[in-house]
């Protein structure tokens, strides 16, 4: 009887350990904040040590939020 209670209490407490951790998981994941045109905006992910604002330039791409890339590309001349 007393093992059964032990693994009973045992189990509750494993319980209680993976909920919480699940949870505390979905509450710490943030939605970054986009400021934004239609199509094109600014994902703030922090600030700078003077206070202001950086991030990533993103355009909207079949719904979702896409970052931009600077970088030229090379295209073989037709």
Request: glycine share 10%; aromatic share 6%.
């Amino acid at each position: 009887m007393a093992r059964l209670v032990l693994f009973w209490l045992g189990s509750l407490v494993g319980v209680a350990v993976v909920t919480t951790t699940l949870t505390l998981a979905q509450v710490r994941r943030e939605v970054p904040r986009v400021v934004s045109g239609a199509d094109v905006g600014f994902r703030v992910e922090g600030t700078d040590p003077s206070g202001n604002a950086s991030g990533v330039f993103v355009v909207r791409l079949n719904g979702e939020w896409v970052p931009v890339s600077s970088m030229p590309t090379v295209r073989p001349l037709k």
